[in-house]
């Protein structure tokens, strides 16, 4: 059921506690909807849907129903979606399962795989690794806006290219790719590049149908949108052939073994529906809460500058860098404070201090601090977090 003007919104976290809460790329809290699709499979409709009894047949008729219903709001064919843990194992099984596919057909030798230097580790792990394994791995530019070289793209395309990998939106500047645009781009110097994306961050605020999208591939993550933890999926065009990462099973057309979690499939449906229906009105909400906190960020002080474009970015992101401090540092102290924002990617917190992503767009700065809005946000905390960060970085 569709909420009325965010009114539930208040009830998805607890408002009474001082913290403010600006980390919603990271994970966002269970919508209550979301929960209460999901509590009759934890206890009463506990069934696993591969038994062949009725508390499995039951399991198994409502996991095809939430298949179908994310196919639905997709408008792909319902074989065409793949289970996941999330959006990690989403991109692994994309993107290592067609290189094993076609390494065990003997058809990987002398290919080219493309990304950009900006992706997720999720992705851009999977494709340093195969450099190290001596496939032809190429790193197309990026604009200082963040957005991609489509220039340099088309030249770096060939016959030899098999898989391009670009995400919808960048995690950690917010930045949207034009997938479309790339799609035709490619088409015109190989019509069988297979074009995956991530699109974990897109789903809350821009539409995410692959078809519209051109993707062949596409990754979403439960956590991202009001869901729950650990469940994603894999969008897989029928004719893309991969093989599975995991052994063990047949679950998943044998694609990705192990007990389907019923429970959390119907949160990610849910999550996913509510998302569908509620798009244009939060798009528009946050965007503007979004344009509003730049403007009170870039008035605090000339130090303060904007990462990536402003004009092209999905609705609930602010990454800004303040000249002469360190992103990580600026959030340890807002953090002390009762603000909750973070410097990069939560996948990458632990390995280095300065920002990859940043370092790419060629803009001087390597160090900043990504502010990501969610539905609960209000004007109100905006203008906390501002005055806060001005206490802490002064003019």
């Known amino acids: 059921m569709k909420t009325d003007n965010f009114k539930d919104a208040k009830n998805i976290s607890n408002k009474s506690k001082a913290r403010i809460y600006l980390d919603y790329a990271s994970s966002t809290p269970l919508h209550p909807e979301v929960k209460k699709a999901m509590e009759p499979f934890w206890s009463e409709d506990f069934g696993n849907a591969g038994s062949r009894h009725e508390e499995g047949m039951k399991a198994e008729k409502s996991l095809k129903e939430f298949r179908g219903k994310i196919a639905g709001i997709l408008n792909v064919k319902k074989e065409e979606i793949i289970f996941t843990s999330g959006g990690t194992e989403s991109n692994s099984l994309a993107i290592i399962g067609f290189l094993n596919y076609l390494e065990k057909k003997k058809r990987l030798s002398g290919k080219q795989i493309i990304t950009t230097e900006i992706e997720h580790p999720s992705v851009l792990e999977i494709f340093k690794e195969y450099e190290k394994k001596g496939l032809d791995v190429s790193f197309t530019p990026i604009f200082p806006s963040g957005f991609v070289d489509l220039k340099k793209l088309s030249e770096l395309s060939s016959d030899k290219t098999i898989l391009v990998s670009i995400a919808y939106v960048n995690s ?25 994306t991530d699109a974990s961050q897109a789903p809350l605020y821009l539409q995410t149908r692959p078809e519209s999208l051109g993707v062949d591939m596409m990754s979403l993550d439960g956590q991202k949108i009001y869901g ?34 019923v429970p959390l499939i119907a949160g990610l449906s849910k999550a996913l529906e509510i998302a569908e229906e509620e798009r244009p009105e939060a798009s528009e909400k946050v965007s503007n809460l979004r344009n509003y906190f730049f403007e009170r960020l870039l008035s605090l002080s000339p130090r303060v500058t904007p990462n990536g474009s402003r004009e092209f970015r999905i609705a609930n992101n602010v990454n800004i860098s303040v000249k002469g401090e360190s992103g990580e540092m600026l959030i340890l102290k807002l953090n002390q404070k009762g603000i909750s924002a973070t410097s990069k990617s939560a996948c990458m917190e632990e390995s280095e201090e300065n920002s990859y992503v940043l370092k790419a767009l060629g803009g001087g700065e390597s160090s900043g601090v990504r502010f990501t809005l969610g539905k609960e946000t209000t004007k109100e905390e905006i203008d906390k977090t501002v005055l806060l960060l001005k206490e802490i970085i002064g003019t």
């Open 172 to 196: 950690e500047i917010g930045v949207i790719q034009p997938l479309k645009k790339i799609k035709n781009l490619l088409l015109k110097k190989n019509t069988e590049i297979i074009f995956h």
């Open 228 to 261: 729950p933890k650990g469940i994603g999926l894999l969008y897989k065009n029928n004719k893309v052939k991969i093989s599975p990462i995991f052994l063990g099973g047949t679950q998943e057309k044998g694609l990705r073994p192990g007990t389907e979690n």
